[in-house]
């Protein structure tokens, strides 16, 4: 097995076989760094740009890993991340003494990721998210609409989605303040305004894209590869109160723009394809630019814990898993090219909130206590329905290889007042 020579924990979410990108700040520098992580360290590719160890044509000279985000190294296309990716990996590999015995170097290009400030990766100019979970859809729907009406007609046909706010998408441990908004009690003949009570988290995960494309020119399903770059995790806040009462006709609206919150290290499709799986049996048949061959899905484990002030250690309340997404990330992105709408470097697309079948692997407050009449229990005799000010949710997600993982780090985020 492929090692490196730092010293990586079995359980640590990078290996060598991973190498995410991130973005981040030394204590002493206010100046922003790009780098990859490798077990307890982040290993500075300014540094490594500066000593002239990408010998590539399109990254020599090129000053790609001084930009203030990714979005100039995305921009250059899945062959050149992948050749960059590689140099990369084989500086660190246990035999190869070019940086290893480099002391000097050593010192300068690694810093410990306790020593560093993450900040958001990329520049996100448009931000879509689907609702691609069959079951998450189903419950919202039974909740909703009832059991013969809970899927709607044009459901299993084509990825539903709607255009969140670019804007307001935060880096992971950004406190998220609770919204206001109008919302209608049930026994109420008029709406009333005020903070949500019904917050809610929604389990998912974001691929961003890479190299952008033409306006009017459709992405295929089996060209969507060569345009995403990677995947993050992605907690969609949502008050959901305020999306029952606006919802209709259009959509959500307030009550999702006010935050989404991202991991700050983006693991690559490189990394994930040991991982590629089956999805859901799609029936009816997808129309033919939607059919996926192989194995379109990812096995990434999702982890959501809950931590409340009076809570001493962060509580597991949902274990899920990407690969129940019933439509996958080359079917969104083709659906969502497919009127000739272009992309961008840096676009971030959510998956929607994963659910699978069980109780235990519901993405969502609103499922895990169904609609607010099954509370769920805290071991500390604490009670919850949805979030309350003060709770903060972590969201963790891996693929679990032979003797190591690719991990995602955690999102997290704390909900407080305004």
Known sequence: MLRSFIQVRTDSDFPIQNLPYGVFRR?????????????????????????????????????????????????????????????????????????????????????????????????????????????????VGIMFRGKENALLPNWLHLPVAYHGRASSVVISGTDIIHPLGQFKPADKDIPEFGKSKEMDFELEVGFLIGERSKLGEPISVNEANKYIFGMVLVNDWSARDIQRWEYVPLGPFLAKNFATSVSPWIVTLDALEPFKTEGPNQNPEPLSYLKTNGNPSYDIKLEVYIKTQKLSEPYLI?????????????????????????????????????????????????????????????????????????????????????????????????????
């Open 27 to 139: 204590i002493e520098d206010s100046e922003p760094h790009i780098g990859v992580a490798i077990g307890d360290y982040i290993l500075d590719l300014r540094i490594l740009e500066d000593e002239g160890m990408f010998f590539n044509s399109n990254l020599k000279d090129k000053k790609i890993f001084y930009e203030k985000s990714l979005n100039a190294f995305m921009s250059l296309g899945k062959e050149n991340q992948s050749i960059a990716r590689q140099m990369i990996q084989n500086l660190l590999r246990e035999d190869n003494p070019e940086l290893r015995d480099n002391k000097e170097l050593n010192e300068k290009c690694f810093v410990k990721i306790t020593d560093v400030e993450m900040l958001m990766p990329v520049e996100i100019g448009d931000y879509t998210d689907f609702y691609s979970s069959k079951e998450h859809a189903t419950n």
């Open 318 to 418: 949902s274990k899920s898993n990407f690969k129940y997404l019933y439509w996958n990330i080359f079917q969104q992105l083709a659906h969502h090219t497919v009127n000739g709408c272009n992309i961008r470097t840096g676009d971030l697309m959510a998956s929607g909130t994963i659910s699978g079948v069980e109780k235990s692997s519901f993405g969502s407050m609103l499922e895990l206590a169904w609609k607010g009449t099954e509370p769920i229990k805290l071991p500390n005799g604490e009670e919850r329905i949805f979030l309350q000010d003060g709770d903060t949710i972590i969201i963790k997600g891996y693929c679990q290889g032979d003797g190591y993982r690719i991990g995602f780090g955690e999102v997290s985020g704390k909900i407080i007042s305004q």
